[in-house]
């Protein structure tokens, strides 16, 4: 069954730097088109970037130039670089598949990691 944990969240000033990262349980996750999201207080989940088996990335047009994410399929694992964060960049961030994983007919999600950026 998947399982993903992320980690490396925490608090920051903006114009600060973060990394954060995602450990996948899938035996297929080298093949798999992997995903950053986000979502910040009342308002909805969103895919911030996304990064094929073949490492060809595309991100949203508000993180573009900031954000770098990055994977090593040896280690079944996601990153995501954030630079030059913004205060509107406060959300949990998720990883998952894209789509999500589906486990038992519902999307699965993680926990999260928590994602601060301070004026």
């Known amino acids: 069954q998947v399982r993903l944990v992320e980690s490396g969240g925490g608090l920051v000033q903006a114009g600060g730097s973060l990394r954060v990262s995602c450990a996948a349980s899938?035996?297929?996750?080298?093949?798999?088109?992997m995903g950053w999201y986000r979502q910040a207080p009342g308002k909805q989940r969103e895919l911030v970037a996304r990064i094929s088996g073949g490492r060809n990335t595309d991100y949203l047009d508000s993180v573009k130039g900031r954000f770098t994410i990055s994977r090593d399929n040896a280690k079944n694992t996601v990153y995501l670089e954030m630079a030059s964060l913004k205060p509107e960049d406060t959300a949990v961030y998720y990883c998952?598949?894209?789509?999500?994983?589906?486990?038992?007919?519902?999307?699965?999600w993680g926990q999260g990691t928590q994602v601060t950026v301070s004026s």
């Open positions: 998952n598949a894209v789509p999500p994983y589906v486990v038992r007919r519902s999307d699965y």
């Open positions: 899938d035996m297929n996750f080298s093949i798999r088109v």
